[in-house]
């Protein structure tokens, strides 16, 4: 199992903006789609959003699109989420997630979570 590790979680206020990190070591998912997931207290894990290997496609959940970006640096190996306006029902463990044979979008969003590499995930909370 490759380890993908999530940075930049926090406490942040509503209205507030947080950026999180995921790099892995080596560059095996350089060219392998991506994603986020979020899992709050009490809740079942909930895809967020994915991106292609190329960075060219993303793909959001209801919920966030028009708050969240993803983007990915292949030369850096980093996927990042960069999440604005953040609400209080943000607030969950987030995890980066990637596939290890897929390169569009579908690799992450259909796949079942056993056939992805998971992250350790970065807390964000955010009060109201």
């Known amino acids: 199992q490759v380890m993908l590790v999530e940075s930049g979680g926090g406490l942040v206020q509503a209205g507030d903006s947080l950026r999180l990190s995921c790099t892995s070591p080596?560059?095996?998912?350089?060219?392998?789609?991506m994603g986020w997931f979020r899992q709050a207290p009490g809740k079942e894990r909930e895809f967020v959003g994915a991106?292609?290997?190329?960075?060219?496609?993303?793909y959001y959940a209801d919920s966030v699109r028009g708050r969240f970006t993803i983007s990915r640096d292949n030369a850096k190996n980093t996927v990042d989420l960069q999440m604005n306006n953040l609400k209080p029902e943000d607030t969950a463990v987030y995890y980066c997630?990637?596939?290890?044979?897929?390169?569009?979008?579908?690799?992450?969003?259909?796949?079942?979570?056993?056939?992805?590499?998971w992250g350790q995930g970065t807390q964000v909370t955010v009060s109201s």
């Open positions: 991106i292609n290997w190329s960075g060219y496609n993303t």
């Open positions: 080596g560059r095996i998912f350089t060219t392998k789609a």
């Open positions: 997630a990637a596939s290890p044979t897929g390169e569009a979008i579908a690799a992450i969003v259909q796949a079942p979570p056993q056939n992805l590499n």
